[in-house]
Nanobody, 113 residues
Framework: QVQVVESGGGLVQPGGSLRLSCTAS??????MAWYRQSQGKQRELVAA???????NYLDSVKGRFTISRDNAKKTVYLQMNSLKPEDTAVYYC?????????WGQGTQVTVSS
């Protein structure tokens, strides 16, 4: 059964950086995206990348986050810089147009001093 596995989250101070990773065996076939969900809020798309590498971002993370992919490693990355407390959430990855796989457990990102 194909699964997505997210990793790389943690506790970081405001202004800090983290790099998230997501692996899925068939990800090279799809546009991919990172999503996040914070307490009491709906899941939102944070960043997406097409099969050809075209990216787009949620306005609030533009200039701070960078999505990339390495199809040979079957991995999608999210480099997060200049983190803010409002970035605190569980981060997930999945298909960009729709959920291709069952949602994984995600990886918790907490930005706090």
């Amino acid at each position: 059964q194909v699964q997505v596995v997210e990793s790389g989250g943690g506790l970081v101070q405001p202004g800090g950086s983290l790099r998230l990773s997501c692996t899925a065996s068939t990800m090279s076939l799809y546009a991919m995206a990172w999503y996040r969900q914070s307490q009491g809020k709906q899941r939102e798309l944070v960043a997406a990348i097409s099969r050809g590498g075209i990216t787009n971002y949620l306005d609030s993370v533009k200039g701070r986050f960078t999505i990339s992919r390495d199809n040979a490693k079957k991995t999608v990355y999210l480099q997060m810089n200049s983190l803010k407390p409002e970035d605190t959430a569980v981060y997930y990855c999945n298909g960009a147009q729709s959920a291709i796989w069952d949602w994984g457990q995600g990886t918790q990102v907490t930005v706090s001093s």
